[in-house]
């Protein structure tokens, strides 16, 4: 019996990248205006002010400001950029 693979090709070994979603930046971090706060599939998380929402749901700052999460009714969230006094 051979204890190694031969010299053949394989039929498995592929797989895609990982897409890197989730939370990116939490409540309470300082950020700039640009910066990605949620990448996900869906509005699982609303765009609240000065908050963006781009083609693939990504949800971005459109101010410099501190990151805040907060309710929009009583099952969704939504997150929020408020400007530092």
Known sequence: MAHKKGA?????GRDSNSQRRGTKV??????????????Q??????????????KDYSLFALVDGVVKYEWRTRTQRKVSVYPEA
């Open 8 to 12: 053949g090709s394989t039929r498995n």
């Open 41 to 54: 599939v869906g509005s699982t998380i609303h765009a609240g002010s000065n908050v963006g929402q781009a």
């Open 26 to 39: 939490y409540g309470g971090e300082r950020v700039s205006a640009g910066s990605i706060l949620v990448r």
